[in-house]
């Protein structure tokens, strides 16, 4: 069983386009992040949802709207896609906010924007 | 900030021990050190967390200086199945954006 999982694992669109990407986890955890990472590796928190409530909202174009209809599930919607926005995006889960408990992290969704 | 410096990329021997050290000069009271490896097209997996002094597990052991400014990754007789990124994390509550960027990590390359 995977602990957390994403969908699609590859994503290639055009421009200007609207895509979702979703994320479930399974462990019972009550927080859930989405990340992003770079071509440099450099991994980025985008957003973090502890009981379905948005804590962490980082600087991130509001064309990225997140939702968690569940503690299982959140799903990243990105509006009017930018070239920019390629990119490999990580759902993680965690019981609780601390850092003591660990990340667990999803196999990620590489976003190719043209 | 509890910012973290990590060299870019090391090379090591198959059946070698390495060293991957991490400075946070700004970490705090409550901060936590724990170390990720990244495979490629995989999401980061935990390895080892610590607080202070030394931490072993199945995988690694963690070395962690009394001034806690510094930790230091220690991997024994690698193989080529190591070669991944690893990130060094310094947190408490992940209620703090800036604790949960993990930076771009060190690379390395365990060569046969």
């Known amino acids: 069983d995977t602990a957390v999982s994403q969908t699609p694992k590859y994503l290639v669109t055009q421009m200007g386009n609207d895509k979702s990407i979703k994320c479930e986890q399974n462990l019972g955890h009550d927080t859930m992040y989405w990340y992003k990472q770079d071509s440099k590796k450099f991994l980025k928190i985008m957003f973090s949802y502890n009981n379905k409530e948005l804590i962490i909202n980082e600087t991130v174009p509001n064309r990225f709207s997140p939702k968690s209809p569940d503690k299982a599930h959140l799903n990243l919607h990105i509006n009017s896609l930018e070239l920019g926005d390629s990119a490999v995006y990580f759902c993680?889960?965690?019981?609780?906010?601390?850092?003591?408990?660990?990340?667990?992290f999803g196999s990620g969704t590489r976003l190719t924007v043209v | 900030l509890a910012k973290t410096t990590q060299p870019i990329s090391m090379d090591s021997y198959e059946g070698q021990e390495v060293n991957i050290t991490c400075s946070h000069n700004n970490i705090a009271t409550n901060d936590y050190i724990t170390w990720y490896q990244q495979f490629p097209s995989q999401g980061p997996r935990f390895i080892i967390q610590?607080?202070?002094t030394k931490v072993t597990n199945e995988v690694a052991s963690l070395f962690i200086p009394a001034d806690r400014k510094s930790s230091t990754l220690s991997l024994p007789r690698v193989s080529l199945s190591d070669t991944a990124v690893y990130y060094c994390?310094?947190?408490?509550?992940?209620?703090?954006?800036?604790?949960?960027?993990f930076g771009s990590g060190t690379q390395l390359t365990v060569l046969p």
């Open positions: 610590g607080y202070k």
């Open positions: 993680a889960s965690s019981q609780g906010t601390q850092a003591l408990y660990g990340y667990t």
């Open positions: 994390l310094v947190g408490g509550d992940s209620g703090s954006a800036r604790q949960l960027t």
